[in-house]
Nanobody, 127 residues
Framework: QLQLVVSGGGLVQPGGSLRLSCAASAFTLDNYARGWFRQAPGKERAGISCISSSDGRTYYKDSVKGRFTISRDAAKNTVYLQMNSLKPEDTAVYYC????????????????????WGQGTQVTVSS
């Protein structure tokens, strides 16, 4: 059974960087769009970035545009989220998801039952 394993969270000071990883086990997700979501305290889970499987097209929520970069390594079956210039408002539990339907994943619905969800990882930005 496929699992998405998320790693890379932690505590970082404002202005710092972290790289999250979402590794897929069991079989390849080459034909799946991949995305990152986050849930801040007291808020609903929301999509922040995603990448298509076919042409590498990406999407970023305005609040992370220019600071976060999504990428995928097909050989490692892994998608990454490089987070730079982190702000306290980036504090959240971060999740990854995968779905064969690119349009659905690019809709970035935090409460949707995408094909696969990874477990969350806590990112805390604080001095």
């Amino acid at each position: 059974q496929l699992q998405l394993v998320v790693s890379g969270g932690g505590l970082v000071q404002p202005g710092g960087s972290l790289r999250l990883s979402c590794a897929a086990s069991a079989f390849t997700l080459d034909n799946y769009a991949r995305g990152w979501f986050r849930q801040a305290p007291g808020k609903e889970r929301a999509g922040i970035s995603c990448i298509s499987s076919s042409d590498g097209r990406t999407y970023y929520k305005d609040s992370v545009k220019g600071r976060f970069t999504i990428s995928r390594d097909a050989a490692k079956n892994t998608v990454y989220l490089q987070m730079n210039s982190l702000k306290p408002e980036d504090t959240a539990v971060y999740y990854c998801a995968a779905d064969r339907n690119t349009a659905l994943l690019f809709a970035m619905q935090g409460d949707y039952a995408y094909h696969y969800w990874g477990q969350g990882t806590q990112v805390t930005v604080s001095s």
